[in-house]
């Protein structure tokens, strides 16, 4: 899990692409390497990705190797990336992890397009349009992960949304670069997965049943 708190904007060093997968080698930027092992997770523009290995270049600079599979390269825009690309890093969160955003699984949902930017006072406006079938999950003044990034939604529009970008995120996150035309790899809030689920059912569970079911315990006596 993590939280849509962007910790470093890395880069793509290269692709080693194979008929069924690709090979990603990751530019960790600012963070630090000593806090990855291998197998960790690593949000990488909010694909979850696991360290398969690590390096170093002449200058210094750390990288970390992950596989990326043709499903999540069809399902994201990693397909699209390119050798010197930005991408936003986060690790995942720990117990002790302050929940600055929300909770972030790294499971992208789906690939949007932004379709305008503006000036928006010291803010930027970016309107951006979401697959038809994830649209209905967006709300205004909900939660909403953008290329890793938490971010508030501001209003929507039938299939279009808009966010603000205040100056830190476009200064610390690769969202600088979101002008119209450009992809961004979409998550919705993970509690409107759960709550269509349980509406959806079919099922007819009250709320005792609710509280039944999350409790274990043998009976007493």
Do not use: W
Not at 62 to 76: G, P, W
Not at 209 to 214: E, H, T
């Amino acid at each position: 899990m993590f939280t849509g708190i962007i910790q470093s904007v890395g880069k793509i060093v290269s692709i080693e692409s194979s008929d069924t997968d690709s090979r990603f080698t990751v530019e960790l930027g600012d963070l630090d390497p000593t806090e990855i092992a291998l197998g960790d997770s690593v949000a990488v523009s909010g694909v979850c990705l696991t360290a398969v290995e690590f390096g170093q270049s002449k200058d210094g600079s750390h990288s970390m190797c992950a596989d990326v599979s043709a499903e999540t390269l069809s399902c994201t825009t990693l397909g699209d990336l390119n050798a010197n690309d930005q991408v936003n890093l986060e690790l995942a969160l720990t117990p002790t992890t302050r929940l600055g955003g929300h909770m972030v699984s790294g499971h992208v949902d789906g690939v949007g397009e932004v379709v305008e930017r503006y000036q928006d006072g010291r803010s930027e406006r970016i309107e951006i349009v979401a697959p038809a079938v994830l649209s209905r999950y967006i709300a205004a003044k909900g939660s909403i992960c953008v290329d890793g990034v938490s971010l508030t939604v501001n209003e929507v529009s039938g299939d279009k949304f808009g966010v603000n970008i205040v100056p830190h995120t476009v200064e610390h996150t690769n969202l600088g670069r979101c002008q119209a035309g450009v992809k961004v790899n979409l998550e919705i809030d993970v509690i409107a997965r759960y709550l269509e689920r349980l509406l959806t059912s079919g099922g007819s569970a009250s709320t005792e049943d609710l509280i039944l079911a999350g409790d274990q315990r043998p009976p007493i006596g």
